[in-house]
């Protein structure tokens, strides 16, 4: 059926055109200010992270024109960023308007027939058929969605979960709003859970409430929803099939839809339609899930990759090789290059490959039996000194001293300062090195390559003796190499890699001789790749001083769930047996061992683009603080690796500090949990000797002894539930990750969850 438009009364809306960027704006938010547009469609200016999916939505401020409302007064938006790369998306495009746009119209057309949905402010296009589009609606705070009530009286608890909540009223309610919707001739197209906000104080318990009313719910995600000429029974039924209310909720739900006293087909054959489609709707999302997973499985083997965010720039190389760009928001490079391009460089490369790959099978036995020896002799035998808790920063332009300060208050001596060769200046770089010396921090630096650098040696060794001459007296041990197992990075052969370490080492030596060279710096847990670079026996053999390794285990989620049989532990006492038997890693002046560090760490949140690793393996701030106490203290206390650095210190998506800027340029810091824990074990636990665990601990449990100045104090966690446990006397006080002691009444019995506990007997 041809859509129409809405004739109920609107508000004009007031178009604009900044040449790629065109759209309309509602009357109170014209006229548009360009730059402030330009700020907000940047998803580096999210203040929160709403929702990160096949579309992005972001909060973040808008200024409201001086002409319209009060001078300086400002609005919390969200941002709706819709992709329209893709023939299907450039198809639809063209045939019925871009996303943002319908979504602008449909709020207007809602608010002129009284149906509530947050203020629509303007949609903005892209030109450019295959770029973005966004739409900009008020940000309302404060209210619920509808699938958290759906799910509480799906497992009857919302007595105790929404104890003053009228769920009758909630859902005549919603009766009333989708009947008004409908007909004012609207089709929804996407009623889902997801898509309905409550507000709990307009339907508390008691309330009065006029009889016809659906003031207190709000419509979302518009950008499906149709208008037609009449909406047939069959379109009415299909928008209301999408959420499964209650049996008991249902009466009221035909209550506010047929409150106008209908009594037709409509009436009697609405809710058995509607329960049909229900059904129907259900059985479809359940096996869907099954079937997309196989499918997107299959996809990911033989379909191109999807298109990058919108954000991330484009490439104009021809070269599978050179097809890599910086991705501004997760401060890494974006590699543009297809499965299939990356096949068929490693194919020409094979026989280097091949040759990479022998010399770690040929490793292997000797570094196994070397794991079990000392793996047996270290179990429980030897005290740990606890000193390697330490953090990665770079500079933070938009406030110099806030990395300083920060990492002062954070209490880690450890630092290291991840340079980027490829830019020439450094003046950020020296400044804040120089700062954090004079602060008492123990510096290492960190030299990542990019591709321009490994394909041009001399400029590489053009610009580490620049770096060296300034930084090198700053602190003596240097990371050489970044995720060289990672093409992104700009390394695509092993030998591009062998050479750009050697040329660093001569130019770093021939300024400090008593630098101490870390390498290789392969990323996660691929040991085979570690071994066949350390195991190298020619004459050109490079010489590291210890194995730098960046040991994400985001993937696997949790650090003590396994991989390839090892936790994050066991991961680090398998670098400890190849770090004590590669040929080409020393032991330096001054050390009994190799070193052994984990340069990089972290557990990425949910925070759309910012978040370096995908959505699939991303967590909340509450499960990143677990998991970073749980890594740090396993790994460390396990003896083999003397060193852990959590990158970084302020960054959104992965940061212990996360920060907000307005389009004024008000500036906001906010130390996340993980921060507050982090801090709190180096407060508690940093120069303590790590006794051993304790024998009470039973399977999914984790019971660590350390001895301290303030006596001796035990960390505790479970996994994956809470769970008892014994400790072996009565504590004297408890403390959580958020740093607070208090005095303990559970004597020596224990309640272990996943956030880790410190007991001090």
């Known amino acids: ?31 548009v200010d360009e730059a402030l547009l330009r700020h907000v469609t940047d998803p580096g200016s999210a203040t929160e992270s709403i929702h990160w999916g096949r579309n992005y939505l972001y909060a973040a401020p808008w200024q409201v024109p001086a002409s319209v409302g009060v001078e300086g007064e400002r609005l919390a938006v969200v941002v709706k960023q819709f992709r329209n790369a893709g023939f299907k998306a450039q198809w639809r495009r063209k045939m019925r308007g871009t996303k943002a746009a319908r979504s602008f119209r449909v709020a207007q057309e809602l608010q002129g027939l009284g149906v509530g949905t947050p203020e629509p402010v303007l949609f903005a296009d892209s030109v450019a058929s295959d770029g973005p589009s966004f739409f900009l609606s008020e940000h309302k705070t404060g209210l619920l969605e509808s699938r958290y009530l759906l799910r509480s009286l799906s497992a009857g608890t919302e007595a105790d979960d929404y104890p003053s909540l009228d769920c009758e009223a909630v859902f005549l309610a919603f009766g009333l709003m989708v009947r008004s919707m409908h007909d004012g001739r609207i089709w929804h197209r996407d009623l889902t859970c997801g898509n309905l906000l409550i507000d709990p104080l307009a339907f508390e318990l008691g309330a009065q409430r006029e009889a016809a009313s659906h003031e207190g719910l709000l419509l979302l995600d518009l950008n499906r929803a149709r208008t037609r000429r009449r909406l047939t029974l069959s379109e009415r039924m299909r928008d209301l099939c999408r959420l499964e209310v209650p049996k008991s909720l249902l009466p009221a739900l035909w209550s506010g839809y047929f409150a106008s006293g209908e009594n037709g087909p409509s009436r009697s054959l609405g809710p058995a339609l509607r329960n049909a489609y229900a059904a129907a709707f259900l059985f479809r999302n359940r096996s869907k899930r099954s079937v997309r997973g196989v499918g997107r499985r299959l996809a990911d083997m033989v379909l191109p990759r999807r298109k990058p965010h919108a954000h991330i720039p484009a490439t104009s190389e021809s070269s599978a090789r050179e097809k890599i760009v910086w991705d501004q928001l997760s401060d890494q ?34 570094v196994k039996r070397q794991y079990q020896a000392r793996s047996r002799e270290r179990l429980g035998t030897q005290q740990v000194p606890m000193d390697g808790f330490g953090v990665g920063v770079r500079p933070w332009p938009k406030d110099p001293g806030a990395v300083v300060t920060a990492v002062q208050d954070l209490g880690v ?87 750009l370490f050697q040329i660093a080492a001569e130019e770093l030596r021939a300024v400090r001789p008593e630098i101490r060279l870390l390498g290789p710096a392969v990323i996660d847990f691929e040991f085979h790749q570690t071994m066949g670079y350390v195991f190298d026996r020619s004459p050109s053999a490079p010489r590291f001083d210890g194995l730098a390794s960046l040991l994400y ?6 650090p003590e769930n396994p991989q390839m049989g090892l936790d994050a532990a066991g ?38 683009p910012h978040s370096p690793a ?3 393996v991303a967590v909340s701030e509450e499960d990143q603080a677990a998991y970073l106490a749980r890594y740090y203290l396993s790994v460390l206390a396990s003896g083999a690796v003397e060193r852990v650095y959590w990158w970084q210190m302020i960054a959104k998506g992965y940061g212990l500090v996360d920060w907000q800027e307005g389009p004024s340029g008000d500036l906001e810091l906010r130390r996340r949990p993980s921060f507050i824990a982090l801090q709190t074990l180096v407060r508690e636990l940093s120069g303590s000797q790590y006794l051993g665990p304790v024998g009470t601990a039973g399977e999914g449990q984790w019971l660590l002894r350390f001895a301290t100045g303030g006596g001796e104090v035990i ?31 559970s004597g020596s019995r224990a309640r272990l969850k996943g956030q880790v506990q410190l007991f001090r007997l």
Not at 4 to 25: I, K, R
Not at 553 to 558: L, T
Not at 572 to 592: F, K, M, N, Q, W
Not at 720 to 741: M, Q
């Open 1 to 31: 059926m041809k859509e129409t438009t809405n004739t109920a009364a609107q508000p004009s809306p007031v178009p604009f055109d900044f040449g790629d960027l065109v759209g309309e704006a509602g009357e109170g938010f014209s006229p």
């Open 553 to 558: 285990v985001d993937r696997r989620g949790a």
């Open 571 to 608: 991961k680090g006492a398998a670098l400890r047996a190849i770090a004590d038997t590669a040929p080409c890693v020393h032991t330096p002046p001054g050390e009994s061992q190799p070193l052994n560090w984990v340069t990089e760490v972290n557990w990425p949140l949910w925070e759309g």
């Open 413 to 499: 001596r450890h630092v290291l300062l991840r340079l980027h060769p490829w830019q020439e200046e450094h003046t950020d770089e020296l400044e804040l090195a120089q700062a954090l010396v004079a602060s008492g921090a123990d510096l290492a630096f960190s030299l990542p390559q990019d591709r321009s650098l490994v394909r041009d040696p001399e400029l590489w060794r053009r610009r580490v003796a620049g770096l060296a001459q300034l930084f090198a007296p700053l602190g003596q041990t240097f990371q050489v190499g970044q995720a060289v197992n990672r093409s992104k990075w700009g390394v695509w052969r092993p030998s591009e890699y062998k050479r």
């Open 614 to 616: 995908g959505r699939d």
């Open 333 to 366: 490079p974006h590699q543009h290059a297809s499965k299939w391009e990356k096949l068929r460089v490693r194919l020409v490369d094979a026989p280097e490959h091949v040759g990479f790959l022998f010399r770690a099978a040929r490793a292997y036995p000797q």
């Open 715 to 745: 960390a505790g966690w479970s996994s994956p539930g809470p769970s008892t446990v014994d400790l072996p006397s009565e504590a004297r006080e408890t403390c959580g990750l958020d740093g607070e002691w208090s005095e303990s009444s």
